[in-house]
Protein backbone atom coordinates (compact mmCIF):
# COMPACT_ATOMS: atom_id res chain seq x y z
CA UNK A 1 0.00 0.00 0.00
CA UNK A 2 3.12 2.77 0.93
CA UNK A 3 4.01 2.45 -3.11
CA UNK A 4 0.66 3.41 -4.30
CA UNK A 5 0.66 6.50 -1.89
CA UNK A 6 4.05 6.82 -3.08
CA UNK A 7 3.39 7.07 -6.50
CA UNK A 8 -0.02 9.72 -6.07
CA UNK A 9 2.53 11.81 -3.89
CA UNK A 10 5.42 12.12 -6.84
CA UNK A 11 2.07 12.42 -9.40
CA UNK A 12 0.82 15.65 -7.23
CA UNK A 13 4.36 16.88 -6.75
CA UNK A 14 4.69 16.87 -10.71
CA UNK A 15 1.60 17.94 -12.04
CA UNK A 16 0.26 20.10 -9.24
CA UNK A 17 1.92 23.41 -8.78
CA UNK A 18 -0.03 26.20 -7.45
CA UNK A 19 1.99 29.71 -7.74
CA UNK A 20 1.77 31.95 -4.74
CA UNK A 21 3.90 35.00 -5.52
CA UNK A 22 4.51 35.29 -9.13
CA UNK A 23 7.06 37.21 -8.94
CA UNK A 24 9.09 34.92 -7.51
CA UNK A 25 8.40 31.50 -9.39
CA UNK A 26 10.21 29.05 -7.71
CA UNK A 27 7.35 29.76 -4.63
CA UNK A 28 5.01 27.18 -5.71
CA UNK A 29 2.56 25.45 -3.53
CA UNK A 30 2.77 21.22 -3.98
CA UNK A 31 -0.06 19.08 -2.15
CA UNK A 32 1.82 16.05 -2.35
CA UNK A 33 2.65 16.54 1.48
CA UNK A 34 -0.88 16.14 1.84
CA UNK A 35 -0.76 12.77 1.05
CA UNK A 36 2.05 11.85 3.11
CA UNK A 37 0.69 12.88 6.09
CA UNK A 38 -2.95 11.03 5.17
CA UNK A 39 -1.05 7.72 5.25
CA UNK A 40 0.97 8.69 8.05
CA UNK A 41 -2.39 8.81 10.48
CA UNK A 42 -3.95 6.04 8.39
CA UNK A 43 -0.56 3.37 8.18
CA UNK A 44 1.73 4.54 11.35
CA UNK A 45 4.40 7.29 11.37
CA UNK A 46 6.92 4.42 10.15
CA UNK A 47 4.77 4.53 6.63
CA UNK A 48 4.69 8.41 6.52
CA UNK A 49 8.33 8.66 7.10
CA UNK A 50 9.52 6.13 4.63
CA UNK A 51 6.94 7.36 1.70
CA UNK A 52 8.38 10.88 2.60
CA UNK A 53 12.18 9.79 2.23
CA UNK A 54 10.70 7.75 -1.06
CA UNK A 55 9.73 10.67 -2.85
CA UNK A 56 11.88 13.06 -2.04
CA UNK A 57 14.65 10.94 -3.25
CA UNK A 58 12.85 10.32 -6.75
CA UNK A 59 12.57 14.13 -6.52
CA UNK A 60 15.93 14.56 -6.22
CA UNK A 61 16.96 12.26 -8.39
CA UNK A 62 14.78 13.05 -11.25
CA UNK A 63 12.70 16.20 -10.65
CA UNK A 64 14.50 18.52 -8.77
CA UNK A 65 16.51 21.72 -9.67
CA UNK A 66 17.37 22.14 -5.82
CA UNK A 67 19.74 18.45 -5.87
CA UNK A 68 20.66 17.18 -2.10
CA UNK A 69 19.84 20.58 -1.08
CA UNK A 70 16.09 20.08 -1.94
CA UNK A 71 16.04 16.84 -0.56
CA UNK A 72 17.22 18.21 2.53
CA UNK A 73 15.00 20.95 2.51
CA UNK A 74 11.81 18.77 1.79
CA UNK A 75 12.75 16.33 4.32
CA UNK A 76 11.88 18.72 7.26
CA UNK A 77 8.34 17.72 6.76
CA UNK A 78 9.14 14.79 8.73
CA UNK A 79 8.30 17.14 11.56
CA UNK A 80 4.68 17.81 9.80
CA UNK A 81 4.89 13.78 9.70
CA UNK A 82 4.99 13.71 13.61
CA UNK A 83 2.97 16.65 14.80
CA UNK A 84 0.10 15.67 12.23
CA UNK A 85 -0.05 12.39 13.56
CA UNK A 86 -0.57 13.32 17.05
CA UNK A 87 -3.23 16.09 15.98
CA UNK A 88 -5.37 13.30 14.84
CA UNK A 89 -4.79 11.33 17.26
CA UNK A 90 -5.62 13.68 20.10
CA UNK A 91 -9.27 14.63 21.14
CA UNK A 92 -8.61 17.61 23.10
CA UNK A 93 -9.53 20.23 20.41
CA UNK A 94 -7.02 23.27 22.50
CA UNK A 95 -4.35 20.77 22.28
CA UNK A 96 -4.89 20.01 18.78
CA UNK A 97 -4.46 24.23 17.88
CA UNK A 98 -1.66 24.19 19.86
CA UNK A 99 0.29 21.24 18.26
CA UNK A 100 -0.92 23.00 14.53
CA UNK A 101 0.82 26.09 15.94
CA UNK A 102 3.53 24.91 17.43
CA UNK A 103 4.30 22.52 14.63
CA UNK A 104 4.49 25.04 12.02
CA UNK A 105 6.65 27.64 14.43
CA UNK A 106 9.01 24.65 14.99
CA UNK A 107 9.06 23.98 10.90
CA UNK A 108 10.01 27.56 10.27
CA UNK A 109 12.43 27.76 13.24
CA UNK A 110 14.49 24.95 11.48
CA UNK A 111 13.60 25.91 7.75
CA UNK A 112 14.95 29.39 8.33
CA UNK A 113 18.77 29.17 9.41
CA UNK A 114 19.11 26.17 6.77
CA UNK A 115 17.60 28.33 4.23
CA UNK A 116 20.00 31.38 5.22
CA UNK A 117 22.92 28.66 5.36
CA UNK A 118 22.17 27.34 1.83
CA UNK A 119 21.03 30.28 0.05
CA UNK A 120 23.75 32.36 1.13
CA UNK A 121 27.07 29.71 1.26
CA UNK A 122 25.83 27.60 -1.78
CA UNK A 123 23.60 29.91 -4.15
CA UNK A 124 25.58 33.11 -3.22
CA UNK A 125 22.63 35.03 -2.83
CA UNK A 126 23.28 38.72 -0.54
CA UNK A 127 22.22 38.35 3.34
CA UNK A 128 20.65 41.74 2.76
CA UNK A 129 18.41 40.31 -0.05
CA UNK A 130 17.50 37.27 1.83
CA UNK A 131 16.71 39.10 4.81
CA UNK A 132 14.37 40.82 2.87
CA UNK A 133 12.41 37.97 1.39
CA UNK A 134 12.62 35.75 4.27
CA UNK A 135 10.22 37.55 6.21
CA UNK A 136 8.66 39.00 3.37
CA UNK A 137 7.89 36.25 1.00
CA UNK A 138 9.55 33.02 2.81
CA UNK A 139 7.92 32.81 5.70
CA UNK A 140 4.33 33.99 4.54
CA UNK A 141 4.80 30.97 1.37
CA UNK A 142 5.55 28.55 4.17
CA UNK A 143 2.75 29.30 6.62
CA UNK A 144 0.49 29.17 3.60
CA UNK A 145 2.24 25.65 2.20
CA UNK A 146 2.40 23.94 5.64
CA UNK A 147 -1.53 25.13 7.06
CA UNK A 148 -2.98 23.97 3.62
CA UNK A 149 -1.27 20.83 3.39
CA UNK A 150 -2.88 20.35 7.14
CA UNK A 151 -5.90 21.35 5.79
CA UNK A 152 -6.26 19.31 2.52
CA UNK A 153 -5.19 15.94 5.13
CA UNK A 154 -7.42 16.52 6.95
CA UNK A 155 -10.75 17.16 4.55
CA UNK A 156 -9.48 14.17 2.54
CA UNK A 157 -8.39 11.77 5.18
CA UNK A 158 -11.37 9.52 5.63
CA UNK A 159 -12.38 9.50 1.91
CA UNK A 160 -9.07 8.27 1.52
CA UNK A 161 -8.88 5.65 4.11
CA UNK A 162 -12.55 4.08 3.11
CA UNK A 163 -10.94 3.86 -0.37
CA UNK A 164 -8.22 2.41 0.83
CA UNK A 165 -9.88 0.12 3.10
CA UNK A 166 -12.62 -1.41 0.44
CA UNK A 167 -9.82 -1.73 -2.12
CA UNK A 168 -6.33 -2.67 -0.39
Known amino acids: ?????TVISIILSIFIKIPVNFSLPFLKLEISDSIILIVSVILGIRSGVYILITVNILRTLFFSTASWIGFIIRS???????????????????FKYFLIIFGTALFLAIKIPLNYFFWVHI??????????????????????KVLSNYFLAIIFIKPI????????
Open 123 to 144: FGISRNVLDILVFKVIVPFNII
Open 161 to 168: KMLSDKFL
Open 1 to 5: MNSIF
Open 76 to 94: LNIILIFIFYYFFKSKNII
